[in-house]
């Protein structure tokens, strides 16, 4: 009898203990949160599993019991109070104090031990702040400027630099290629932020660990990844939306749903964008009332190009254009140490107007019937291989090796004629980078190679769109193809010399080869048959940060870096603006770069942060574009018209500085304030005296109050740009001055507000309101006014 009873009360005493089952919410989308620690002041730790599900059974007697997950506000209460909530609704912070990063090491690190400025775009942040592009989900940011030709482009600007000379990543492989352009360039719009998992944005040179072009920052977009099954049944997730925007007259539709096993995943992402043509703000500063407006734009009627006055100004005709974008990732467990991935994204687009071309006269007529990019495509394939094992020489390695195919095109004619030019360009990029982390002691080191080839393959015919003959034209790029090949071996530190100091030395070597070749001089007499151009350059940096107890924190980065010129810099012919053609010059050399960063920050009472980075850069061989000659002429005949000669030089030396101010401050647990500043300032230095560096944006920032409560976040926000004078234009590069109004660029504020409410689980609606006062306002060296007011729906799923 004794012995039924003793085996009743284990029953019961296991059936009790088996039931302290806790679910860890986030507490504005009340989805799941995995991995979420909550431990007691002994060392016993609990984890949720991918449910966000934990069996706290363990931690009955414990006194009190705090619950943390990164970016989330920690939570403290007793064993009691835990088990009595059927679900744990965590709040997320303002600021991230132990965020975990990839893009500074290629490797995991906690942002506060890395010496650069870090910014991170979480998956909420990315769904709340609902962005058409991925242009404009950096431009939300407030710290990355935005320049936009078109609409269905973007081309940001870190620190001064812009295009070329700041860096875009996408998992890990480099997006940059050899025709990226020191212009303006649209090419992170083939990115589907719908797609993203997060975005990562290195402010500052990161020549160490990406070599050329990362001059100003380097932005590194992650993709989703599948999702395996933990408890050996297949895990499904299902996430969709639609968003419907007004200025523009946007309609997204967007799924991903990722299938898997304990070993073998597999994620599938569809994206459709419909964007109309823009609507720009009609409220007009008194001084410029007619500043922006479409007046007339043209169109083909019987054959004849004819000039058609717009009924609505404020309407952008020549912007409209679609996209689609499409991901098919597999992830497969081998084993705890061994895990392979497979990678293919694919984007394309409608034919995408060049608005600010279709906007141009000549003696008062339209100068173009049609300009437009054709569809913009973007192949890309990679395999990678994760090991996560003590080899001795390293504790964790990442092989990737990956293919990308892109095909552009410009397409344009003149108003009144029948030949319409097109230039193709494609691109065959192939790389492969092996990645290694080893601690040994206080030292965690990081190194790699990384090798690349670019195969540029360029033509161009002129059609008679009347009779539709085609005959040969001249190429943007060398008919007769180009390569440009390199690789790199680079190493770095992190010595942790003490718990609050940290050394960071790194050291990169890096070979580049280009070669053109000029066939056909039937259009340009070329003095030369072929650019052959070889440079092995030496990159370092060396960074201290140091975390003080008390919440101080204080970093110093001195690094170099450099970009080696590729075809669109050495090899090149085309119209950069209105009556001007850029010519190639072969005796191009390297851009370098000498940087200094300081960083200093305090958080007081994990509430209030505010914080402050400065930064100075000698630009020494800068390239830039001046006037020059062809075969001893300073005019040439482009395109049917005369157009003055312009070349890329390595001016003698440049310097830039600025700084970036922020502060965060959790006023209560469900309302925060966050604000960020940033002043760049640049200047060539010449004999006869300085003068402006091109791509310079004038101050901005943005100020937000967000309230996070269960089931609704919301944001009241302001984004503002100040004055880019006149004398501040660089009158030779590509500021677009002409674009501008008579004193340059005015200053602009808009006011903002949006809101996301979880109706239930699987269901949200989210609204916004942009440009409340439907201001009209250009981005400096933007040719498209940006959108008036504009009201955002989106209705969002997730299973």
Not at 594 to 601: A, F, K, P
Request: proline share 4%; hydrophobic share 35%.
């Amino acid at each position: 009898m004794k012995q039924i009873y003793l085996l009743t009360v284990a029953i019961l005493l296991c059936t009790f203990l088996s039931a302290q089952t806790v679910m860890v919410l986030d507490l504005t989308t009340l989805q799941p949160l995995p991995q979420v620690s909550i431990s007691p002041s002994s060392s016993t730790t609990v984890l949720t599993d991918d449910k966000g599900k934990a069996d706290i059974s363990s931690l009955l007697h414990a006194p009190s019991i705090t619950i943390t997950y990164p970016g989330y506000q920690s939570l403290t209460l007793s064993y009691e109070e835990l088990v009595a909530k059927p679900e744990i609704l965590m709040t997320e912070s303002s600021h991230v104090f132990n965020e975990i990063v990839v893009s500074a090491n290629r490797s995991e690190n906690e942002a506060k031990d890395v010496a650069q400025p870090i910014e991170v775009i979480s998956t909420h942040d990315l769904a709340f702040n609902n962005s058409q592009t991925s242009a404009d989900v950096i431009q939300q940011t407030g710290n990355v400027f935005v320049q936009k030709s078109q609409l269905g482009g973007g081309s940001p600007i870190i620190r001064g630099f812009e295009t070329n000379k700041v860096l875009l990543v996408i998992d890990g492989v480099r997006m940059n290629n050899a025709i990226y352009r020191g212009g303006h360039l649209q090419n992170i719009v083939t990115l589907d932020n719908a797609a993203m998992q997060r975005v990562e944005i290195l402010y500052g040179p990161g020549a160490v660990m990406y070599g050329s072009d990362a001059l100003g920052g380097v932005m590194h977009f992650f993709t989703k990844n599948p999702k395996l099954s933990s408890d050996g049944k297949l895990a499904t997730t299902v996430n969709a939306f639609v968003r419907y925007s007004t200025a523009d007259e946007e309609k997204t539709g967007h799924v991903d749903f990722s299938l898997g096993g304990p070993r073998l995943g597999s994620l599938t992402s569809f994206t459709y964008s419909d964007f109309g043509d823009l609507k720009q703000g009609s409220q007009r500063d008194d001084k410029y009332p007619d500043f922006g407006k479409r007046l007339q734009y043209a169109e083909r009627q019987n054959g004849v190009d004819v000039a058609v006055t717009n009924p609505d100004p404020d309407v952008q005709v020549g912007s409209a254009y679609k996209q689609y974008d499409f991901l098919q990732k597999f992830t497969y467990a081998q084993n705890e140490h061994v895990s392979h991935f497979l990678n293919v994204q694919y984007s394309t687009s409608s034919d995408v107007p060049r608005y600010d071309r279709l906007t141009e006269t000549a003696g008062g007529t339209l100068r173009f019937g049609d300009w437009y990019y054709g569809p913009q495509k973007r192949l890309f394939g990679s395999y990678s291989m994760l090991l996560s094992h003590d080899h001795g020489l390293f504790d964790e390695a990442r092989i990737a090796l990956a293919y990308q195919n892109i095909e552009e095109s410009r397409n344009d004619r003149r108003f009144g004629s029948a030949n319409i030019n097109h230039r193709i360009e494609k691109l065959n990029i192939l790389s492969l980078n092996a990645d290694f982390t080893k601690t040994n002691g206080k030292s965690e080191w990081h190194y790699g190679i990384e090798g690349i080839t670019n195969h540029v393959n360029s033509t161009a015919t002129k059609e008679n769109i009347e009779t539709g003959v085609v005959v040969p034209q001249n190429t943007r790029y060398p008919d007769g193809g180009s390569d440009v090949n390199s690789a790199a071996l680079y190493l770095s530190d992190m010595y942790h010399v003490s718990d609050h100091l940290i050394i960071q030395p790194g050291v990169r070597l890096s070979y580049n080869n280009l070669k053109s070749v000029f066939e056909d001089k039937t259009f340009f007499p070329f003095p030369f048959d072929e650019v052959n151009q070889t440079n092995t350059i030496l990159s370092g940096s060396l960074g201290l940060v140091w975390n003080g107890d008390s919440g101080w924190r204080v970093s110093l980065l001195g690094a170099t870096g450099f970009r080696a010129p590729n075809v669109d810099d050495l090899s090149k012919v085309f119209e950069s603006v209105q009556g001007s053609v850029v010519v190639p010059n072969p005796d191009l050399g390297p851009e370098k770069t000498y940087s200094v960063d300081l960083g200093i920050s305090r958080t007081i009472n994990d509430k209030y942060s505010v914080g402050i980075d400065g930064y100075y850069t000698l630009y020494r061989d800068a390239i830039t574009t001046v006037p020059g000659t062809f075969n001893g002429q300073s005019q040439i005949i482009y395109d049917d018209s005369l157009s003055n000669v312009t070349m890329n030089v390595n001016a003698r030396k440049a310097y830039l500085y600025g700084a970036n101010a922020y502060i965060n401050i959790d006023i209560t647990k469900a309302l925060s304030l966050y604000s960020t500043i940033n002043y760049t300032y640049a200047r060539i230095q010449e004999e006869t005296g300085d003068r402006p560096l091109d791509h310079i944006p004038p101050v901005f920032g943005k100020t937000s109050l967000n309230l996070k409560i269960k089931k609704f976040r919301g944001e009241i926000y302001a984004m503002y740009n100040g004055w880019k004078k006149m004398k501040d234009y660089n009158l030779d590069g590509e500021d677009n001055l002409p674009f501008a109004t008579p004193e340059g660029m005015p200053a602009w504020m808009t006011f903002n507000v949006k809101g996301s409410y979880q109706f239930t689980k699987n269901f949200t609606i989210q609204l916004g309101v942009e440009n409340i006062a439907d201001q009209n306002y250009r981005i400096f060296a933007s040719n498209i006014s940006a959108p008036g007011r504009n009201v955002v729906v989106t209705v969002r799923g997730s299973w």
